[in-house]
C-alpha cells in the first residue's frame, strides 16, 4: 500500500504538486489521470525518489520513502516503468531482462521463463537488441523488467502512449490480470482516461498539481463535469 | 622462413605491436571513462605514473617485482576512485569545458607534485623477463622475453576487460548506468559506486600500462613525465576508433602503433607524430564519430 499525504513539489517558484493526498491499495489499480502538464509524471517521480518533495509524506506500508535514494526505493520493491518506458536499445531483450532481475532476490531462470510466458513476443526476440522492437515490444519489455524483480508496487507512466488501440487494450487487460493474480499494488499514470479508467478500482484526477478528484473509478467515470472538464471525455 | 622472420616489415611490425597494445590501453582505459562518465580524462597517464611511483619507487628494494605491481595496482586503484568521489563527481552535468580545465589542472598539479617528491631524474624499473631480442639462425628477431611478456599481459587485460563487460554482473550494471543512469537507478542499480568503480579500473588499466612501458631495460625509465607521449598516442588512437567503441579503440591503437614504426623506418622518426595527426584527421573528416562507432550508438 502506498499512502501519499498533503504531498507538495516544486520546480523553482512553480509547484508541480499541490498538497495531494490519497493511497493506492494494496491489489488495487490506482488510475491517476489528467492532462499534459497537471503533476502526473512529477507525482511518480517523488515516489521513486528522483524528485524530493517540498513538503509532505509519501509511504510504503509504514515506511516513509522520503529522503531514500531512488536504488533503494527500487530494492524495496517498487518497480517503476518510466515514461518513454526506458528500456536500453543497446541491451538485448534477455540483458534488459537480466538487469531488471539483478537487484532482486529472484530465480533468473525461473523469472525469464514467466516473463516469455506473460509476453511470448520477448521470447522469440531475446537475443534481439531492444532498439529494433516495435513501440508496443517495447512497452512489454519495460513492463516485464519492472515485474521480473517480483515487485509489490508498479508504477506505470503513460504506458499507452503512442500505441495502437489493440496494443492499448491488451495491455490494460495485461495490468488487470497481474492484480487479480497477485497482491501487485498499481499506480497507473494514464491520459487515456478512458482506458485507464474501465480497469482502475480507484481514480485520481490531478489538474494543475491539485488533486481535483480521489474517489473509486466507478464514481470519477459517472462524473459528467470530470469527464468534461477534466478528462475530455464527451461523448 | 628464418629470413623473412627477422625481415625488415616483420621487425616493424613486432616493434609496432609492442607499442601498438600500449596506445590501445591507453585508448580503452579513456574509453572506460568517457563511457561511463562523459567526461575526457587529460589526467589518465598522469594517474596511473602516480600510482607506479607509490609502488615501485616507495617500495624499491623492499618487495620484488610482482609486489610492487599489486602495489602499484592497489594504488591506481585508491587514486581513481578517489579522484572520481572528491573530484570529478561535482563536474557530471557542467558545460565540458568544466572537467577538461580541472582535469588537464590535476594532470600539471600530479606531474609537479611526483616530481617534488621523487625528482626528474628517471627510475629504472626491475625486470621480471630479459629486455634482449631472441636470435633466430644467427638473427636478431624484434621479440624479447619482456616485449612478449608486454604483449601478452596488454592482450590479457583487454581480453578481460571485455569479459567483464560481456559476460558479468557487474559488467552488465557498469555498462547500464553509463547508457542510462536514471533508468538503472530506478532498477536498483547503485550508478553512484559503480561510476567510481569505472574510475577505479581505468586507472588499474592505466597503471599496467604504465609499468610496461616503464620498464623493459631499453626504456629511459619511469619519470612524471613518462606518458605524456603515449598519453598523446593513446589519445589519437581512441578518437580513430570512436570514444564510445573500446575494441574500436584498442584496433586503433595497435594500427597507429604499427603505422608509426613503419614510419619510423622507413621515412623519419620526426615524422611519426604528423603521420598520426594527417591519420587522426582523414579518419575524423571520413568518419566523425570515429571508425568504429556505430552512428545508432549513443548514450540513452
Redesign the interface.
Known amino acids: 500500500m502506498i499512502t501519499i499525504d498533503d504531498l507538495t513539489v516544486s520546480f523553482g517558484a512553480v509547484q508541480a504538486l499541490r498538497h495531494v493526498s490519497f493511497v493506492a491499495e494494496t491489489g488495487k489499480i490506482t488510475a491517476v489521470l489528467g492532462a499534459n502538464g497537471a503533476g502526473k509524471t512529477t507525482l511518480l517521480r517523488t515516489i521513486s525518489g528522483l524528485k524530493e518533495p517540498k513538503t509532505g509524506t509519501i509511504r510504503m506500508d509504514e515506511r516513509s520513502l522520503v529522503g531514500k535514494r531512488t536504488e533503494d526505493i527500487a530494492r524495496l520493491g517498487i518497480g517503476h516503468v518510466p515514461e518513454g518506458r526506458g528500456v536500453i536499445g543497446e541491451f538485448t531483450v534477455e540483458e534488459n531482462l537480466r538487469l531488471g532481475a539483478m537487484m532482486a532476490k529472484v530465480n533468473l531462470q525461473r523469472g525469464l521463463e514467466e516473463q516469455y510466458v506473460q509476453f511470448p513476443v520477448l521470447g522469440e526476440r531475446r537475443k534481439q537488441h531492444a532498439a529494433k522492437l516495435s513501440g508496443g515490444e517495447r512497452q512489454m519489455l519495460a513492463m516485464a523488467r519492472a515485474l521480473i524483480a517480483k515487485p509489490s508496487v508498479l508504477l506505470l507512466d503513460e504506458p499507452s502512449l503512442g500505441l495502437a488501440p489493440l496494443v492499448t487494450a491488451q495491455l490494460m487487460h495485461t495490468i488487470q490480470a497481474l492484480c487479480e493474480t497477485s497482491d501487485l499494488t498499481v499506480i497507473l499514470v494514464e491520459q487515456n482516461a478512458r482506458s485507464a479508467l474501465r480497469i482502475a478500482h480507484h481514480a485520481v484526477v490531478l489538474h494543475v498539481g491539485k488533486a481535483v478528484a480521489n474517489d473509486t473509478a466507478e464514481n470519477v467515470a459517472a462524473d459528467d463535469n470530470l469527464r468534461q472538464y477534466y478528462l475530455g471525455l464527451v461523448e | 622462413m628464418d629470413p623473412f622472420l627477422t625481415s625488415r616489415i616483420v621487425s616493424d611490425i613486432l616493434g609496432g605491436l609492442t607499442n601498438g597494445v600500449t596506445y590501445g590501453m591507453v585508448a580503452l582505459s579513456l574509453v572506460l571513462i568517457w563511457r561511463s562518465t562523459g567526461i575526457l580524462n587529460f589526467a589518465q597517464g598522469a594517474m596511473p605514473m602516480f600510482a607506479t611511483y607509490i609502488g615501485f619507487v616507495v617500495f624499491a628494494g623492499h618487495l620484488d617485482y610482482w609486489a610492487c605491481v599489486g602495489i602499484s595496482v592497489l594504488a591506481a586503484a585508491a587514486i581513481g576512485g578517489l579522484t572520481e568521489r572528491f573530484l570529478v563527481r561535482g563536474l557530471y552535468g557542467k558545460p565540458e569545458i568544466n572537467p577538461i580545465v580541472v582535469m588537464v589542472g590535476f594532470l600539471i598539479v600530479l606531474e609537479a607534485v611526483a616530481a617534488a617528491i621523487w625528482s626528474t631524474t628517471p627510475k629504472s624499473l626491475p625486470n621480471p623477463f630479459s629486455a634482449f631480442d631472441w636470435h633466430l639462425a644467427g638473427k636478431p628477431l624484434t621479440l624479447s622475453p619482456f616485449t612478449l611478456y608486454e604483449i601478452v599481459t596488454a592482450l590479457v587485460v583487454m581480453i578481460l576487460v571485455a569479459a567483464l563487460f560481456r559476460f558479468t554482473?557487474l559488467g552488465?550494471?557498469l555498462?547500464?548506468s553509463a547508457?542510462?543512469p536514471?533508468?538503472?537507478?530506478?532498477?536498483?542499480?547503485?550508478?553512484g559506486r559503480l561510476l567510481t568503480l569505472g574510475w577505479m579500473l581505468a586507472t588499474v588499466v592505466g597503471v599496467i600500462t604504465t609499468i610496461l612501458v616503464s620498464g623493459g631495460g631499453f626504456s629511459s625509465g619511469l619519470t612524471p613525465q613518462v606518458m605524456d607521449g603515449i598519453f598523446a598516442y593513446g589519445f589519437i588512437a581512441a578518437a580513430i576508433g570512436g570514444l564510445e567503441s573500446p575494441v574500436g579503440a584498442i584496433i586503433a591503437g595497435v594500427v597507429l602503433g604499427i603505422v608509426n614504426q613503419f614510419v619510423d623506418d622507413f621515412v623519419n622518426s620526426n615524422a611519426v607524430i604528423i603521420v598520426a595527426l594527417v591519420v587522426l584527421i582523414v579518419s575524423l573528416m571520413i568518419r566523425p564519430s570515429g571508425v568504429f562507432t556505430k552512428s545508432?550508438?549513443r548514450r540513452?
Open positions: 554482473k552488465l550494471q555498462r547500464a547508457l542510462a536514471e533508468v538503472s537507478r530506478l532498477l536498483g542499480v547503485r550508478v545508432a550508438q540513452v
